[in-house]
């Protein structure tokens, strides 16, 4: 609704995925063309639409500006828990390579702080699970799988949005 500046109840299935889809792109390094591409839109709307989410949101953009700035100057990009990833790509002479190494910072500084958080989040989990039958079969992105017998589900609930939430 601030993207389109129309009440909730006034947004389109297609907005909502146009917003969707340019939160999205934006923050892995997508522009314009690529918002076209992937809504089925012109790529002037999708410019036009991109120029409105900056100023709807513009700590996103100095957030990219500041990654962007600090790969080209050190080489690399870092979560929030200190992980870095070398990103010597964005010293090359071509600015599509330059260009690839500064979306793949960004996005590492994105998804590998989640992943972090993550699989903290899963240490504390399993921890708490001590003495329970409940058990972690699979991660999948931001989602943990586990099982467990029926008289412990509600238990497992608490214990895993505590550790999810308030790591």
Do not use: W
């Amino acid at each position: 609704s601030l993207l389109f500046q129309k009440s909730e109840d006034k947004i389109k299935k297609q907005e909502r995925q146009i917003a969707k889809a340019v939160s999205f792109l934006i923050a892995y390094g997508g522009g314009a063309y690529k918002l076209s591409e992937t809504t089925g839109i012109s790529v002037k709307r999708a410019s036009k639409i991109i120029e409105k989410y900056a100023e709807v949101y513009p700590g996103i953009f100095q957030y990219m500006e500041f990654v962007h700035n600090f790969i080209k100057e050190n080489q690399y990009a870092y979560t929030i828990f200190g992980r870095r990833r070398h990103l010597p790509d964005v010293l090359s002479k071509d600015s599509k390579v330059i260009q690839g190494a500064l979306r793949q910072g960004l996005n590492f500084t994105i998804q590998s702080a989640a992943s972090d958080i993550l699989l903290c989040a899963i240490k504390g989990i399993t921890k708490s699970f001590e003495g329970m039958k409940a058990r972690i079969v699979a991660t999948v992105h931001d989602s943990v799988e586990i099982i467990a017998p029926h008289e412990e589900v509600e238990k497992v609930l608490a214990l895993v949005y505590a550790e999810m939430v308030n790591y």
